[in-house]
């Protein structure tokens, strides 16, 4: 083979790879807006606002599928190896947990159908700050991804910590709701499901850190992932300490 036909073929991968990471990048961003969208219809309390985010997640399963396919033509007309093959998995995992936070961006607003027929509830207003710091989170990641930043990865890997911080004491606080009224515990029920919604999308935020790492050192991200999440075990809730 000739200089200039590998030349050519090399750029041609590459041509294609950051076609592939645009794309991945805008399935993200669509992502992202899906959930700042389904934070506004539980403020709004507006239904078929609410029955439009769900429908709109059919476009980020699309797209995962139309980069699952570009992802098998690289590699069948391509055959990577190395960092290219890196280049090209991370893209499919990529891909695949993006979808994933779609998917719990529409629970979110799933959940606020029902939770818009009851009384309006005061910490209803904590979600706001939990969707606030994972789509900073998933942005910050994808900003990652772009520019094949690991340490930028890295940082969102540590720092989302922060949110489960969040989700745990959001999740104490509606506890206390419940116990202190129980005919506000089926609307915090939903409450807390959206939260764990939101604090998972923060979960697939460090996949794709890790994945970025991987794709731009060659090696996974060693070591035990601060985890704040202590809703599984909390601690007692004390009555009459109800947040104003």
């Not at 930028?152 to 509606?174: C, I, P, S």
């Amino acid at each position: 083979m000739s200089g200039s036909s590998k030349e050519h073929i090399i750029k041609s991968y590459d041509d294609e790879l950051i076609r592939l990471t645009g794309e991945l990048v805008r399935m993200g961003e669509l992502a992202v807006s899906q959930l700042e969208a389904a934070i506004d219809v539980v403020d709004r309390r507006d239904e078929r606002a609410a029955q439009h985010v769900v429908h709109n997640d059919d476009a980020i399963d699309q797209l995962e599928q139309e980069i699952s396919h570009d992802v098998v033509r690289l590699l069948a007309l391509r055959a990577p190896i190395a960092g290219d093959l890196r280049n090209v998995f991370a893209a499919l995992r990529i891909a695949a947990d993006i979808e994933r936070i779609g998917d719990y961006a529409a629970n979110v607003a799933k959940r606020s159908i029902p939770l818009s027929m009851a009384a309006p509830l005061t910490p209803t207003g904590g979600l706001a700050h939990l969707a606030e710091l994972a789509a900073e989170e998933v942005r910050e990641v994808l900003r990652a991804y772009r520019d094949r930043d690991a340490e930028r990865a890295y940082k969102v890997w540590q720092d989302d910590v922060q949110l489960d911080e969040a989700y745990t004491g959001y999740f104490r606080e509606l506890l206390t709701y419940m116990m202190e009224d129980p005919r506000v515990i089926t609307p915090c029920t939903h409450l807390l499901f959206m939260a764990k919604n939101i604090e998972r999308i923060g979960d697939h935020a460090t996949n794709i850190a890790e994945n970025v790492w991987f794709q731009v050192k060659g090696e996974p991200l060693s070591g035990q992932r601060d985890k704040r999440d202590l809703t599984s075990n909390p601690e007692p809730v004390k009555l009459g300490n109800r947040p104003e």
